[in-house]
């Protein structure tokens, strides 16, 4: 399994793709890669590591209450305001599955703000911490 997050440090709760990669880059039955604000950077990477499944963790715009996580389906992507970087997910999702059948969940969570901060909200900040714990039982 190999899990993709993506997120701009420097804009608030978008950075919560990055601070997960920092936390569970210490399991070592998972294959973290942090795509910051370039997630098509590493598909190289990802074709390499040749993983089943694939979790792409990001801020997303549900219209939902900050800290709600929400596992987004593939062809509702496009439905939904996701994270701060150029290239849309669901490019890259087709891009990657044109190559092999993986596995690709995509997990969102609800952003309180997006400024130009390092700071991450406390109800983004609580979700992050819930949804790592989940991995990482679940992983084991």
């Known amino acids: 399994m190999l899990i993709l997050t993506v997120g701009n440090e420097l804009r608030g709760d978008d950075g919560l793709g990055p601070a997960i990669a920092k936390k569970l880059s210490k399991s070592k039955n998972l294959i973290i890669i942090d795509g910051g604000t370039v997630p098509e950077n590493f598909t ?10 694939i979790i792409i963790i990001d801020a997303v715009e549900m219209g939902a209450q900050p800290g709600t ?16 970087h150029a290239m849309p997910l669901s490019f890259l999702i087709e891009y990657l599955q044109a190559h092999k059948d993986y596995k690709i969940t995509l997990i969102g969570i609800q952003p309180k703000k997006l400024d130009f ?14 949804l790592i714990s989940i991995l990482e039982e679940t992983i084991q």
């Open 69 to 84: 996580i929400k596992i987004i389906e593939k062809d509702k992507i496009a439905n939904y305001n996701i994270s701060t």
């Open 117 to 130: 901060s390092t700071k991450i909200s406390e109800p983004v900040r609580e979700s992050m911490e819930k």
């Open 44 to 53: 190289g990477k990802i074709k390499k590591e040749d993983p089943s499944h």
